[in-house]
């Protein structure tokens, strides 16, 4: 049976981590995959039909869930609380950075779209900038913190900034993977980009990726410290 720190734990590598991320993941993919549709705005249209129950009955109760989580374990699981929190806010802000590069991209013409304007439109279905555009970038800094938090509660700390900073950029290259194999931009696109910009915007993608990781490996290690060096199963095993 579950101990209540592992279950949380669990809870919030669920609801902060994979709900975020599979928003993008299956709303698409059930446009592109089950539809059939890959290009063109109707893809974000029918992308819309799925994001918008999947917002409502799943991403909103997921972060309420998340919220409750983390002012819970700020006081009965301090060492889970500094992990949730670290990651998140390493995660969001490496954002930034991953953003510095990826608009490079965009106003070179080397991705399909922006990617926030992409999400908003998918999310509220609507192409009012004023309605889609803070929703979008909502949705895009969550996807980045949602990184974060993966990687503080799966790997922890390590014992150099250089390991840290590695396995950061590792993780990150699993999601560049992901991204150029998997709805959306595999389908649209092409495995990596073979069909659209190639190779500008494998490469342009890869920079960003490990721009991200490299910040975030950075500010998670000086902000978690040497005491968070267990990776998520001696972490859920430690009663301490």
Request: cysteine-free; hydrophobic content about 50%.
């Amino acid at each position: 049976m579950l101990n209540k720190k592992t279950f949380l734990s669990l809870l919030a590598l669920f609801t902060g981590g994979f709900v975020p991320i599979n928003l993008i993941v299956l709303s698409f993919g059930y446009a592109q995959y089950y539809k059939g549709i890959t290009m063109g705005p109707k893809v974000i249209k029918t992308a819309h039909e799925f994001g918008e129950p999947y917002m409502l009955f799943v991403y909103i109760p997921s972060m309420l869930i998340l919220t409750w989580i983390i002012f819970y374990s700020k006081k009965n699981f301090p060492d889970l609380y500094k992990r949730i929190v670290v990651g998140l806010l390493a995660g969001a802000i490496a954002t930034i950075g991953l953003d510095w590069i990826r608009q490079m991209g965009v106003i070179a013409s080397w991705l399909p779209g922006d990617t926030p304007e992409m999400f908003g439109k998918m999310v509220t279905g609507s192409s009012n900038f004023s309605e889609y555009y803070w929703v979008g970038q909502l949705i895009h800094f969550l996807n980045g913190a949602s990184f974060g938090l993966i990687f503080t509660l799966v790997f922890g700390n390590f014992i150099s900034y250089n390991k840290t900073v590695l396995w950061a950029i590792g993780w990150m290259l699993i999601m560049e993977l992901g991204m150029m194999t998997g709805p959306p931009m595999g389908p649209m696109a092409g495995l990596f980009g073979i069909k659209y910009m190639w190779p500008q915007l494998f490469l342009i993608t890869l920079a960003a990726h490990i721009v991200h990781g490299t910040i975030l490996g950075l500010l998670v290690h000086h902000w978690l410290g040497i005491n968070h060096t267990k990776w998520l199963i001696p972490f859920l095993k430690d009663k301490s």
